[in-house]
């Protein structure tokens, strides 16, 4: 009898939080205008509080199922990246690849402070330079805005990312040479990864385009068609032990050169979007141990001060150069803050593929990833409404 209602509750816990987010988030957002991610992540970290039957590591496919509706946020970032802006304006890319490079170098010294190893360091450091497409995409979208700031926190979130995955990527193969010794091997693992990742997002992009010119698919299903699509990359990438987030990214990014073009409704997934994202950052928000939260929260604000200092400052330094005014430089940096989303999966997914200091880091990032979850999208939020480029109307 006692198993049979645990496995009630087990089989409930999620469809009742994720109910239970939506509702939060509806509430708060129409009441005080709180980005609804930060309530889902909210809920989120309630429910881990609680350990609550369901919410574990131990229900199977959540992983994945995380990774789908992240890489399906990713794709949408990549859509929106226009490679030709950077051939007219490369100061944009120069100042991706610089603060990039600046808040990697910045966070690494920062974290030598602390009592941790160069290894863990050097993860930290490579998360902390990713600003998270799903918290910044999706409170764009949620603002419907558009405008100056909002292209270049997107185009920046999209190199951070990009530069993150290669950092990692090097971290690890640093670790598998350190522990195998193997030279060729590490630089292989390394190289095979980040190479095929976006051969199989390009392959996609360049073959998703042709088969909906080749069909003659309808403009509604152009959505379907792409949500498939990502779903297949995610799949492939998971058995080759590829990263789907960089496969997905790059698919957007090939998808968007080939001229295929998705209307403002189409853009988040429409209803399958919105139910993942609320899982998404559901799901992110419980992984956090509240033991490592409260004994790394020194650490963490720290570093979320050294790695916001670092955006902020590029973006000031490089604004006139790139065409934009100080004031929208700042609020540029500002709207970088959010991260967690994406550098807990690739913790995740490197933990998966048999990086073992990966769950120590994420104990360690613990206090950062819960700030930056909670505060980052309000910060983005602040950040391009101060730029007067949402265009959201109160219904009355």
């Not at 509750?9 to 939060?24: D, E, H, K, R």
């Not at 403002?264 to 399958?272: D, S």
């Not at 120590?360 to 930056?372: E, H, P, S, T």
Request: proline share 3%.
């Amino acid at each position: 009898m006692f198993s049979d209602v645990n496995f009630l509750f087990q089989s409930m816990a999620w469809p009742l939080v994720l109910l239970l987010a939506w509702f939060v988030g509806e509430r708060l957002h129409e009441a005080a205008s709180v980005p609804r991610v930060s309530s889902y992540v909210a809920v989120g970290l309630v429910a881990s509080l609680f350990d609550l039957p369901g919410l574990t590591n131990a229900v199977p496919g959540l992983p994945f199922l995380a990774n789908v509706a992240l890489s399906l946020i990713l794709f949408e970032l990549g859509y929106r990246i226009n490679l030709r802006w950077f051939r007219h304006n490369p100061w944009v890319l120069a100042l991706g690849l610089v603060e990039s490079v600046v808040t990697f170098m910045a966070v690494y010294l920062a974290s030598g402070w602390f009592d941790l190893s160069t290894e863990t360091r050097l993860i930290i450091a490579a998360l902390s330079v990713s600003a998270s497409p799903a918290g910044i995409v999706r409170v764009a979208n949620e603002l419907r805005s558009a405008g100056q700031v909002t292209e270049r926190v997107m185009h920046l979130c999209a190199i951070n990312c990009l530069v993150s995955v290669l950092a990692l990527n090097l971290v690890v193969g640093y670790w598998h040479l350190s522990t195998s010794g193997d030279l060729v091997m590490a630089a292989f693992g390394s190289i095979h990864v980040l190479g095929t990742s976006v051969a199989v997002g390009a392959l996609l992009g360049v073959a998703g385009p042709w088969l909906l010119r080749s069909q003659r698919i309808q403009e509604r299903d152009v959505t379907l068609v792409f949500a498939l699509a990502v779903v297949l990359l995610t799949t492939m990438a998971y058995g080759l032990k590829l990263s789907p987030l960089l496969a997905a990214l790059t698919f957007g990014i090939v998808a968007r050169e080939r001229r295929v073009h998705l209307t403002n409704a189409q853009r988040g997934f429409g209803t399958a979007g919105d139910l993942l994202t609320v899982f998404l950052f559901v799901y992110i928000a419980a992984l956090l141990d509240w033991t490592d939260v409260w004994g790394g929260m020194l650490l963490g604000l720290t570093l979320i001060v050294v790695r916001t200092a670092s955006k902020v400052a590029c973006s000031l330094a490089a604004a006139r150069l790139s065409g934009i005014t100080e004031r929208k430089g700042l609020l540029t940096g500002l709207a970088l803050t959010p991260m967690s989303a994406f550098a807990i999966l690739l913790l995740e997914q490197s933990r998966l593929y048999g990086f073992d200091p990966a769950r120590q880091v994420l104990a360690v990032m613990a206090g950062m990833m819960l700030v930056q979850e909670l505060l980052g999208p309000l910060v983005t939020q602040r950040g391009l409404m101060a730029a007067h480029e949402t265009h959201v109307t109160k219904e009355g």
